[in-house]
C-alpha cells in the first residue's frame, strides 16, 4: 500500500512561478521511479517529467523543456516539480505519480496521487 499527496497548486498570472509538491508514503515512493502528469480539460492525460529512483535521470515534454525542473528528495519521501516562466497553455490539473518501471506513458504508473489545480491566466 501507499499514497501520494500533492500540493502547491494555485491560480497565477503568467510568466510566474510555482513549486509542486508531492509527499509519498509506504510503497508508493520508496524504490520508484516519479513522475508529473498534467490533464487539461478535454484532453488526455500527459507525462510532464519523469525522474529516476536515484534523481540521475530525467525525461521532460518538449512543451516545458527549460522551463520546469523535476527533483526528489528521497530522505524525505518527496517529489518536487519547479515551474517557471508559466503559460495559460500549462493549465491543468497536475497529478504525481510512481512506477517500478520507466517511461513516460501513464499505464506504467500504478500510484497516483488525487491532483492540483494549476490556473494560469495571461
Known amino acids: 500500500q501507499g499514497r501520494l499527496v500533492e500540493s502547491g497548486g494555485r491560480s497565477v498570472q503568467a510568466g510566474g512561478s510555482l513549486r509542486l509538491d508531492c509527499i509519498g508514503s509506504?510503497?508508493?515512493?520508496?524504490?520508484?521511479?516519479m513522475a508529473w502528469f498534467r490533464q487539461a480539460p478535454g484532453k488526455e492525460r500527459e507525462s510532464v517529467a519523469i525522474?529516476?529512483?536515484?534523481?540521475?535521470?530525467?525525461i521532460y515534454a518538449e512543451s516545458v523543456k527549460g522551463r520546469f525542473t523535476i527533483s526528489r528528495d528521497n530522505a524525505k519521501n518527496t517529489l518536487y516539480l519547479q515551474m517557471n516562466s508559466l503559460k495559460p497553455e500549462d493549465t491543468a490539473v497536475y497529478y504525481c505519480a510512481a512506477a517500478l518501471s520507466w517511461g513516460t506513458h501513464v499505464s506504467l504508473y500504478g500510484y497516483w496521487g488525487q491532483g492540483t489545480q494549476v490556473t494560469v491566466s495571461s
Open positions: 509506504g510503497r508508493a515512493f520508496s524504490g520508484k521511479n
Open positions: 525522474i529516476s529512483q536515484n534523481g540521475g535521470s530525467t
